[in-house]
């Protein structure tokens, strides 16, 4: 008789894992820069409408077939669409979550090396700071030992199973990541200067809102709330049956956008305080802001070297939440579906994505000639998750609620079988935006993607 599946504890701890998973990099990193290029406050609004609007339908449609049938992503359209191609989608949220967390482990051991930076010698000059990421980057090994670090300690916890490892880690870290991050705010609200950053962030500037932007905002809403992929559907799968998955959803949205939010408030002010153009790019966090910390360390070292620790044990942690949830799709799957032990399932998850992110790695060095498609294998990896799979998954996903699924069963599991009151008064505007609406807006995203 096979073990039984374990479930977390309670709504709340629920949502810290759902909230762990959505809150990454995502926010920290990309949020602020996209603000940055995209015209400020108007990207906001753009970005606040497409999360009500878009992506918490597609959450929700994830939820509502991980809950439902109480596995993962494979054994879920199996079990829904038994004998047809939607098994596809099974597979399909497995395999892409799996690459992203093999590139997704090299940024995080980027980070831990700039952690122990920050906590041994800091920050101090201009040409320091240049050099050290390309430097970094462009080596063969210490960037690999990193990845390795990252990677076993997602390892470890996934290991440890969904209560004593996952839903653990997470409820002590999330709170942790929105002391820090507030205390970072803090500390950058009240820098010289900072009022500029403040109103770049809420003051909209319409003329930058091109279609361009507006995709863009729609994308990073998606990205954010790891959608497409099948992490929220396996950890969907882990709520206990009479528990309300669209408080669930809610609580991981506010939590996200919340958290999205004030890491903007964080970085714009000291971005400006330190007079450096807002639309840096993805270079922010390991290029711009080590500046940010050489020029404010100039007034106040030692504060700012508090700080800068302070900044890449956020990013570390809030990368791992993230990680953790992409590796436990590909070990819900081993263990439901293969039936092995979860150790040794961990183990073949780390196998794979240690070789595969341990070559992404490397073409940034020795192996920079290798292209696939033009694009060096941590693009391309990058560019195909982000870019392709997805949205394509989190099509796949909305069409299957909206058009497959049969609407008696989604009502039921939206509303837990019509008791809670709130869910059944939005059902039918949830359903709307889910059928009609969702869909057309993916592919408009995909199609920009792949345009520009
Ligand atoms: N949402 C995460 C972030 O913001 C990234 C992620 C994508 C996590 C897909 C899981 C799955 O960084």
């Given at each position: 008789?096979?073990?039984?599946?374990?479930?977390?504890?309670?709504?709340?701890?629920?949502?810290?894992?759902?909230a762990g998973s959505a809150i990454g990099l995502?926010?920290?990193?990309?949020?602020?820069?996209?603000?940055?290029?995209?015209?400020?406050?108007?990207?906001?609004?753009?970005?606040?409408?497409?999360?009500?609007?878009?992506?918490?339908?597609?959450?929700?449609?994830?939820?509502?077939?991980?809950?439902?049938?109480?596995?993962?992503?494979?054994?879920?359209?199996?079990?829904?669409?038994?004998?047809?191609?939607?098994?596809?989608?099974?597979?399909?949220?497995?395999?892409?979550?799996?690459?992203?967390?093999?590139?997704?482990?090299?940024?995080?051991?980027?980070?831990?090396?700039?952690?122990?930076?920050?906590?041994?010698?800091?920050?101090?000059?201009?040409?320091?700071?240049?050099?050290?990421?390309?430097?970094?980057?462009?080596?063969?090994?210490?960037?690999?030992?990193?990845?390795?670090?990252?990677?076993?300690?997602?390892?470890?916890?996934?290991?440890?199973?969904?209560?004593?490892?996952?839903?653990?880690?997470?409820?002590?870290?999330?709170?942790?990541?929105?002391?820090?991050?507030?205390?970072?705010?803090?500390?950058?609200?009240?820098?010289?200067?900072?009022?500029?950053?403040?109103?770049?962030?809420?003051?909209?500037?319409?003329?930058?809102?091109?279609?361009?932007?507006?995709?863009?905002?729609?994308?990073?809403?998606?990205?954010?709330?790891?959608?497409?992929?099948?992490?929220?559907?396996?950890?969907?799968?882990?709520?206990?049956?009479?528990?309300?998955?669209?408080?669930?959803?809610?609580?991981?949205?506010?939590?996200?956008?919340?958290?999205?939010?004030?890491?903007?408030?964080?970085?714009?002010?000291?971005?400006?305080?330190?007079?450096?153009?807002?639309?840096?790019?993805?270079?922010?966090?390991?290029?711009?802001?080590?500046?940010?910390?050489?020029?404010?360390?100039?007034?106040?070292?030692?504060?700012?070297?508090?700080?800068?620790?302070?900044?890449?044990?956020?990013?570390?942690?809030?990368?791992?939440?993230?990680?953790?949830?992409?590796?436990?799709?590909?070990?819900?799957?081993?263990?439901?579906?293969?039936?092995?032990?979860?150790?040794?399932?961990?183990?073949?998850?780390?196998?794979?994505?240690?070789?595969?992110?341990?070559?992404?790695?490397?073409?940034?060095?020795?192996?920079?000639?290798?292209?696939?498609?033009?694009?060096?294998?941590?693009?391309?990896?990058?560019?195909?998750?982000?870019?392709?799979?997805?949205?394509?998954?989190?099509?796949?996903?909305?069409?299957?609620?909206?058009?497959?699924m049969d609407k008696t069963t989604v009502r039921?599991?939206?509303?837990?079988?019509?008791?809670?009151?709130?869910?059944?008064?939005?059902?039918?505007?949830?359903?709307?935006?889910?059928?009609?609406?969702?869909?057309?807006?993916?592919?408009?995203?995909?199609?920009?993607?792949?345009?520009?």
């Amino acid at each position: 008789m096979a073990k039984e599946r374990e479930n977390f504890n309670s709504s709340l701890t629920a949502v810290m894992a759902l909230a762990g998973s959505a809150i990454g990099l995502g926010n920290i990193w990309r949020f602020p820069y996209m603000v940055g290029q995209n015209g400020g406050a108007a990207f906001i609004i753009i970005y606040l409408v497409s999360s009500v609007l878009l992506s918490l339908p597609i959450l929700m449609s994830e939820s509502i077939i991980g809950h439902k049938t109480g596995q993962g992503t494979f054994g879920a359209m199996d079990t829904l669409a038994p004998g047809t191609k939607w098994k596809w989608l099974g597979l399909l949220t497995i395999v892409s979550p799996l690459i992203i967390l093999s590139y997704y482990s090299v940024v995080g051991g980027w980070s831990i090396s700039f952690l122990l930076q920050s906590l041994s010698k800091g920050f101090h000059s201009a040409e320091q700071v240049s050099t050290m990421f390309s430097g970094l980057i462009s080596s063969a090994w210490t960037p690999v030992i990193f990845h390795t670090f990252f990677l076993l300690f997602c390892a470890f916890v996934v290991s440890a199973g969904i209560t004593s490892g996952i839903e653990k880690f997470n409820k002590y870290t999330m709170p942790m990541l929105f002391v820090l991050i507030v205390l970072i705010m803090v500390y950058s609200l009240n820098l010289p200067g900072a009022s500029k950053g403040v109103e770049y962030m809420i003051k909209p500037d319409f003329s930058k809102l091109n279609g361009h932007a507006i995709a863009s905002a729609m994308g990073q809403s998606f990205f954010s709330l790891s959608l497409g992929v099948g992490t929220i559907l396996t950890y969907s799968s882990y709520i206990r049956k009479d528990k309300n998955i669209l408080t669930a959803g809610l609580g991981t949205a506010g939590f996200d956008l919340l958290f999205a939010l004030i890491a903007g408030f964080a970085i714009m002010p000291a971005v400006f305080a330190a007079g450096i153009e807002p639309g840096a790019g993805p270079g922010l966090i390991f290029e711009t802001l080590p500046h940010i910390f050489v020029r404010m360390g100039e007034g106040a070292p030692v504060l700012v070297r508090i700080v800068a620790v302070l900044f890449f044990v956020t990013i570390v942690f809030a990368a791992l939440t993230s990680a953790i949830s992409m590796y436990e799709v590909g070990v819900t799957y081993l263990v439901d579906e293969k039936k092995i032990s979860r150790r040794k399932a961990t183990v073949l998850i780390f196998a794979g994505t240690w070789t595969l992110g341990a070559l992404c790695s490397l073409s940034f060095g020795p192996l920079a000639d290798f292209k696939i498609l033009g694009q060096t294998l941590f693009n391309f990896c990058d560019l195909l998750t982000s870019n392709f799979l997805m949205t394509f998954g989190g099509l796949l996903f909305v069409i299957f609620v909206g058009w497959k699924m049969d609407k008696t069963t989604v009502r039921d599991e939206f509303t837990n079988g019509g008791r809670a009151k709130f869910n059944c008064a939005l059902f039918d505007t949830f359903y709307f935006l889910l059928k009609y609406i969702a869909p057309v807006a993916i592919v408009v995203i995909f199609i920009t993607n792949f345009v520009g």
